[in-house]
């Protein structure tokens, strides 16, 4: 994977362009918990190019092009620091965030840490708050970004172009200094970097992806414990994009508009040509489905008529049954018969053992816990006819 920011990067850009990108491959990530509950599609002024932003709904939205970088905040419910958030993450299902995914995320934001910790003179990392970083928001950008990157089987490693710097100047807590701000520019060491597009005036890359981009291309100096082993292994490469055949493209819109050329970053996504057998979009891993545990619910019926069978059908597949068929059987002294059986979550076992047993002249009904299902990943489009 290859990230070309030749107009900047931001973590709502980086998110936009795996999002997109997922849509080029027929991907279904829009699902996935963590990810915005909105898409739109921005057209960039200048270059016209087309490319969805996603839009997450709070108060306000972190660190866009041209965000603020003051450290005061009139509302102290903002204000989050790296334990919090690192307490966030840990607790989420693995089933929602994948251990390695959380490692990754919380790199990411050790990383910003440590930046504004010798920026400021902080303590320590602990207590470095962060403001529009630490938003909800911000955290779906970075999160977003990592999940995606997983789920679409990038495994042999993440590039990204230079990154432009910018000219003019951003207003801090120190008063007006030159872009990159300092934080940002801390997070930018050891990266190569370039002018940027002329004519283009404040700050091209965010703390939020400069961050990400030195943790996903494996230069990053956070080291966060994790035990999981994974496919996913990240290298260092940084200026040109590797030699690979390109599979899928994604263009993630910025929200700051420029006269004379988009405001979009750019996902690359393909195949090793050095490494034919290997592929950034594993095989493998950007697996069609889904695995989930289920209840198997199952009972033996002798005595009821087709309309009663298919009546307790319907209501089973009304309440919460992911799945009820009938499928005929012999009994004892050769008496024909109907096992009837259904499928469902684990919450919805009590009312659904109710159906059976009220509609039905059973008197006991297996249960088997831990049944696996596989089933495809799907979505909906609405289609205009």
């Known amino acids: 994977a290859h990230f070309d920011c030749f107009s900047g990067a931001a973590g709502d850009m980086m998110l936009a362009s795996c999002l997109d990108a997922a849509d080029s491959l027929a991907y279904p990530l829009g699902g996935l918990a963590l990810f915005p509950s909105h898409e739109s599609t921005d057209v960039v002024g200048g270059g016209g190019a087309s490319s969805p932003s ?14 603020s970088h003051s450290h005061n905040s009139n509302s102290q419910s903002n204000l989050r620091n790296l334990p919090q958030i690192k307490e966030m993450l840990l607790s989420a299902p693995p089933t ?37 970083v630490g938003a909800v928001d911000s955290i779906v950008d970075t999160v977003g970004t990592v999940l995606a990157l997983y789920y679409l089987g990038v495994d042999l490693g993440i590039s990204c172009s230079r990154l432009p710097l910018g000219e003019g100047s951003v207003w801090t807590d120190h008063g007006l200094l030159p872009v990159p701000a300092p934080a940002t520019l801390r997070l930018m060491v050891g990266m190569p970097t370039c002018q940027g597009p002329k004519g283009v005036t404040g700050e091209l890359v965010t703390p939020t992806a400069a961050a990400l981009l030195r943790v996903l291309t494996g230069i990053s100096s956070a080291q966060e414990n994790n035990s999981s082993k994974s496919h996913w292994q990240p ?13 899928a493209i994604g263009l993630g819109a910025g929200t700051k508009d420029f006269e004379r050329h988009p405001n979009v970053l750019r996902l690359i996504l393909g195949d090793d040509i050095q490494n034919s057998k290997s592929s950034t979009i594993n095989e493998r891993n950007h697996k069609l489905w889904d695995i989930h545990k289920l ?22 597949l009304k ?32 009312r659904l053992l109710g159906v059976l047993f009220r509609q039905t002249t059973t008197l006991g009904i297996r249960i ?12 909906f489009l609405a289609v205009q006819l």
């Not at 009994?331 to 109907?338: E, F, I, N, S, V």
Request: glycine content about 6%.
């Open 319 to 350: 309440n919460g049954a992911i799945d009820a068929w009938i499928h005929p059987i012999v009994m004892k002294k050769g008496r024909p018969a109907h096992s009837m059986h259904c499928l469902c979550h684990c919450e919805s076992q009590t």
């Open 295 to 316: 209840t198997h619910l199952e009972a033996n019926i002798d005595d009821a008529t087709p309309e009663l069978l298919a009546h307790t059908v319907d209501l089973l």
């Open 96 to 132: 929602h965030i994948p251990p390695l995914v959380a490692s990754l995320a919380i790199q990411s934001f050790t990383e910003l840490a440590y930046a504004e910790m010798n920026t400021h003179g902080a303590d320590s990392v602990e207590s470095v708050h962060f403001h529009e």
């Open 368 to 379: 088997q816990r831990g049944i696996l299902r596989a089933a495809l990943k799907r979505r």
């Open 54 to 67: 996603p839009e997450v709904f709070l108060l306000y939205h972190g660190h866009s092009h041209g965000h």
């Open 235 to 247: 290298k260092a490469v940084i200026g040109r994009p590797p030699c690979f055949t390109p599979r």
